[in-house]
C-alpha cells in the first residue's frame, strides 16, 4: 500500500493568501490539496496541523473514502467552512496521489471526458455600466463565450465585483475588514441597465451572468429577475442569503430568470433543499469548501436527479489546485453547467505551476498524471502570510448588513 509518511502545510502569500496541504507516500509520489478559506485561512492551517495530519501517518493513501468517512465522521462536530475545508485538502491530495500512482490525469479515474472542454465565465466590471460593457467586449474578443457583468453603483464608495485591476477582484484587502456603504435602492436599477446595454452591444451570442452577492430579500431578488428576463441573463448568483432557503419558493414563483446559489455551502445537507424543491439551476459549491471531489460527486449526482447543474465557485482565492482538480471533475461531470474563472496573479502561477490552459473560452485540465497542479515551495516560501479580511458592508444608516 502506499503508506503516507509526510503530510505539511504550505502557508503563502503570492499576491494573496493560499494554504495547501501536502501529502507523501513511503514511495515518494506526493499529492496536494487546496484548503483556503478567504480571510480565515490560519483557522485551517490549524485544523490540518493539530488535528488531522496526525491521523493521517501510517494510513493506506489509496483508501480515500474511508479517510474521507474517518475525518468527517470522527470529528464528531460536522459540517462547517473549516472542517470542510481541511477534509477537501486531505481529499484532494489523496485523488493527487492516486492518478499519479495509477499514471492518470484524474478525470479519467472519475470516469473519462464527457466533453472536450470546459466553458468558463471571465469577469468583467467597471466604475460605470459603459466601462464595465467595454471590459465584456475585451472578454469577448479573448474568447469568452460567457462574462460575468458587475457595475460600480452611484452614490456607493465602493461595490462588490468591481476592481481596480480588470482580470481580478481581491475584495480580502486589509488587515482588517475595511467597512463598505450598501444601498439596495441604489443597486436595483443599475444591473437591467447594465444589461440592456451590455445586450445592445454585444448581441445574443454570449452568456451573461451577474451575482447580488447576498444582498436582496427574496421579494427584492423577484423583482430583480424579472427585470432581467428580456435579456436572458444565464444566472444570477446569490441573490439573497441562502441560509432561508424557503425564500427561493417565493422568488421562482417570480421569475424564470435562471438562479445559482452556493458558493457559501460546505455539505450536500446545505444544498439538500434548494435542489430537491428543484429552486435553483446552478450549484456552486465548489472542491475546496465542499469537502473535496469525494463529496463533490454526491452533491453532483443530487443535483443531475433534479436537472440543477455545476457552476463552481472559482474566484482568487480558491487557488490554482482548487481550480486544477475543479476542471478535471468539471470535464467528467454529467451535469456540467459552467466554471467561474476569474485569473490569478503571474506571481500566483509561478508558485503554483498547473498543466491547465485556457483557449477560446474554455478551460482544460491537460494530461499530466493527477490533477496537474504542483506547488514551488522555495519560492512559497519567498511569500510569507500577510493578515487580510474581507470586507464588510453598512447601511446608509450605519446599520451592518450583508456583505
Ligand atoms: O466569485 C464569486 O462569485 C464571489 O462571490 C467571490 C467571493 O466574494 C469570494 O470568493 C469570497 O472569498
Ligand atoms: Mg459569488
Redesign the pocket.
Known sequence: MPKIIDARVIVTCPGRNFVTLKIVTEDGVHGIGDATL??RELAVAAYLQEHVIPCLIGRDAHKIEDIWQFLYRGAYWRRGPVTMSAIAAVDVALWDIKAKLAGLPLYQLLGGASRTGVMVYGHANGQTVDDTVAQAIKYRAMGYKAIRLQTGVPGLNST?GVSKDKLFYE??DAALPTENIWSTSRYLPTVPELFATARAELGWDVHLLH?S?HRLTPIEAARLGKDLEPYRPFWL??VTPAENQESFRWIRRHTTTPLAVG?VFNTIWDCKQLIEEQLIDFIRTTIVHGGGITHLRRIASLADLYNVRTGF???T?LSPVCMGAALHFDLWVPNFGIQ?Y?RHTPETDEVFPHAYTFSDGELHPGEAAGHGVEIDEDLAAKYPYRPAQ?PVNRLEDGSMFNW
Open positions: 478567504n480571510g462588490y475584495p480580502a451575482d452577492h448568483e446569490d458558493e465557485h472559482g474566484a482565492d467561474e476569474m474581507l
